[in-house]
Every structure is written in structure tokens, then in C-alpha cells.
């Protein structure tokens, strides 16, 4: 499969541990953007990654949300001290390049539960 | 405000026709794209289709073609001969300018029947 990975598909986390949730891109794609959707909405921008570098956060929230995109390795949304509020489903979404008629490819997605 | 609107929460269609849904969009940029997606019942986001604002046809991908009217902002997705597994939710989507976010509507909610 080609496609954009994620995983786990679903988390269940009680509130203040730490959520972890991982994207591998598609292969040749550099460019990794997250996404949250929550209950019966449309997806909301959280941030956008090249390799190594955060290019754009401003979706996300300041406190308890951190993203990277290392040299090697997936993606990782990384959620400290959990809420109820973070329950939402989580898209990573992945393009060849930044140009805007290139379209981005989403993963399943990951489905967070907070109890 | 909304820079995507969709006005139809859910829509029934009957098995082998058409249905037409609903995308307007607010921009003041000249450069933008405007996408659409399927989300199934099991989730995954699918793309569908792309329209650029310089493009002058309509994009058509198969059974899907979006009917763009750039001077009322819309951009409607046209299904043709509609099957049962075109059952999902629908969001239109828009990339403005150099911007790489995507600014997704509320989605609609199509019901083919059989």
C-alpha cells in the first residue's frame, strides 16, 4: 500500500496521559500536514511539516500539542495531558510539493477517545 | 467567516441518478484551488476531484464532475449515474493563493437508495 499510514486507527487514552499518533507519507511526498476533525464537522488545519522542519502551526494549540517530522521516520502528533476535549479523529494528509493544484492524500486517520 | 459553505446537510438519491451538491466559497485571492472528498461511513478521506481558478473547463474524474461558476463562487460536485457505494459524506475544500491549507465546509451527507 502506497498510501498515506497511520497509525494506530484507533486510541483510547484516560485524561492527562500522553497521546501519540503516527504518519508515514506517501512515498516521494515531503510534505505532511495534520488535520483534526471533530464530531459531524468539517476538518480544521492544525500544521503543516517538511523534513525536519515545522513550516506552519498556527492550528494548533499552543500548550500540550507538539508535531515533528524527523529526517527518518514518520510524522508524530504528540498530545500531553490529555482532555476530554482532545477526543476527535486526527488526519495526517501528505503532497509531493507545496504547489496548490497538488492535491493532498489522506490516511484512515486516527480515531482518539479520551475516558 | 466561512470560506466554504455547504448548505445541504444530507441528500437521498436514487439509485442511478444524478445528484448535485452544493460548494460555495469566499475569497478575495485570484489563485485557488477548490477540491472535494469523500468520507465513507469507515472514515478515510478520499479525494475526488480538483478545480483551479484559472482552469477554464470544468474538471470531470469519471462519474464525478464539478460545475464551477467562478463569477457566483460556486463549485457544485455533479454525480452521475449515482451507485450504493457513493453512500458518504461529502466535503467540498479550498486552498487559497500560495496558503497549503486546506479550509474544508461542514459537509453533506448523501444517501443513495436503492
Known amino acids: 500500500n502506497a498510501g498515506v499510514m497511520q497509525n494506530p486507527r484507533h486510541l483510547v487514552r484516560r485524561r492527562g496521559q500522553e497521546a501519540r499518533l503516527r504518519c508515514s507519507p506517501m512515498?516521494?511526498?515531503?510534505?505532511v500536514y495534520w488535520y483534526r476533525q471533530l464530531p459531524e464537522e468539517g476538518l480544521k488545519f492544525m500544521v503543516y511539516l517538511q523534513k525536519e522542519n515545522i513550516i506552519d502551526e498556527s492550528g494548533m494549540p499552543k500548550e500540550r500539542f507538539s508535531a515533528e517530522f524527523p529526517k527518518e521516520g514518520p510524522s508524530i502528533l504528540r498530545i500531553q495531558q490529555v482532555v476530554r476535549g482532545d477526543s476527535a479523529a486526527y488526519f495526517c494528509?501528505?503532497?509531493?510539493?507545496?504547489?496548490?493544484?497538488?492535491?493532498?492524500?489522506f490516511g484512515d486517520g486516527t480515531r482518539l477517545s479520551i475516558l | 467567516a466561512q470560506k466554504i459553505t455547504q448548505t445541504q446537510p444530507g441528500m437521498f438519491v436514487q439509485e442511478k441518478e444524478a445528484v448535485t451538491l452544493d460548494c460555495t466559497y469566499d475569497t478575495s485571492d485570484q489563485s485557488y484551488g477548490l477540491f472535494w472528498y469523500k468520507q465513507p461511513s469507515s472514515g478515510e478521506m478520499i479525494f475526488l476531484i480538483y478545480?483551479?481558478?484559472?482552469?477554464?473547463q470544468n474538471a470531470t474524474e469519471g462519474r464525478y464532475s464539478l460545475n464551477f461558476q467562478k463569477a457566483r463562487k460556486s463549485a457544485n460536485l455533479v454525480i452521475s449515474a449515482s451507485q450504493l457505494g457513493d453512500s458518504a459524506m461529502y466535503f467540498c475544500?479550498?486552498?487559497?493563493?500560495?496558503?497549503?491549507?486546506?479550509?474544508f465546509g461542514a459537509g453533506t451527507t448523501v444517501t443513495v437508495r436503492a
Open positions: 475544500a479550498m486552498r487559497e493563493g500560495n496558503d497549503y491549507k486546506l479550509s
Open positions: 512515498k516521494g511526498h515531503s510534505h
Open positions: 494528509a501528505s503532497s509531493y510539493s507545496g504547489d496548490g493544484n497538488q492535491p493532498q492524500h
Open positions: 478545480q483551479g481558478s484559472y482552469d477554464e
